[in-house]
């Protein structure tokens, strides 16, 4: 297993395009997390999925965005009519939780997003 | 909800000499305190971490301690070298967190230089 993979590295979008980035986790791992972390900044809980079920978002994650899992295993992050804001590098994580709730969670190389 | 502050913001250390990077937390129900380096244009890689019913964890030149009363902890690196040179970042998580999501602090750009 090579860890957490993300898709692409880097994205260049006009203000206005939707964009869509893809995680694929570390294989059997059934928690999947996205963070946004700008210049400067520790990364930001954005949501998350326990399997297929997206169980919290955070308020940072406006109506523009939208996150998927399907089928527990790769997910997908939306965003819908970007904005200069939403400029950042976006990150996925996963964990396996087996009995605790709380056990190490693994990044991946971030998807890092300019909007001009 | 959690809030996690780290200091300093940059600590520059010679070659061979230890680094201390210390964080407080808000939430006295977080119990997990994880320590990750991030080096430029990569992702976060966890290097130690810390549950908290543990005072100190050491693993090779990383050790980490922490302090439930004062609700705090340290990253300690000895016999620093140049590769360790990246910004460190400390996160609590508990039951308080959605998911057990982490709370990241501001992060430590660590410089060694030779």
């Known amino acids: 297993d090579t860890g957490v993979s993300q898709d692409p590295r880097h994205k260049i979008t006009k203000r206005g395009q939707n964009v869509t980035f893809r995680c694929d986790p570390i294989s059997e791992h059934n928690r999947l997390y996205w963070y946004r972390q700008t210049l400067g900044q520790g990364p930001e809980f954005l949501t998350y999925?326990?399997?297929?079920?997206?169980?919290?978002k955070s308020r940072l994650l406006s109506d523009r965005f939208s996150a998927e899992r399907p089928k527990g295993s790769f997910s997908t992050l939306e965003i819908q009519r970007t904005e200069q804001g939403d400029s950042a590098m976006y990150l996925c994580a996963s964990s396996l939780i087996q009995g605790h709730p709380n056990t190490e969670a693994f990044f991946g190389q971030g998807t890092r997003l300019t909007v001009v | 909800g959690e809030n996690v502050e780290q200091h300093p913001s940059t600590l520059s250390v010679q070659e061979g000499d230890s680094a201390v990077i210390k964080c407080t937390y808000s939430?006295?129900?977080?119990?997990?305190f994880p320590w990750y380096k991030q080096e430029l244009g990569k992702g976060p890689q966890l290097i130690i971490d810390?549950?908290?019913?543990?005072g100190e964890k050491k693993d090779q030149r990383i050790a980490v301690t922490l302090n439930k009363t004062a609700k705090h902890f340290s990253l300690h690196i000895t016999e620093t070298q140049p590769e360790d040179s990246a910004v460190y970042f400390c996160?609590?998580?508990?039951?308080?967190?959605?998911?057990?999501?982490?709370?990241f602090g501001k992060g430590t750009s660590l410089l060694v230089t030779p």
């Open positions: 939430d006295s129900a977080s119990n997990y």
């Open positions: 810390i549950r908290s019913n543990v």
């Open positions: 999925f326990q399997n297929e079920a997206q169980l919290e």
């Open positions: 996160a609590a998580s508990g039951p308080s967190n959605s998911g057990y999501a982490l709370n």
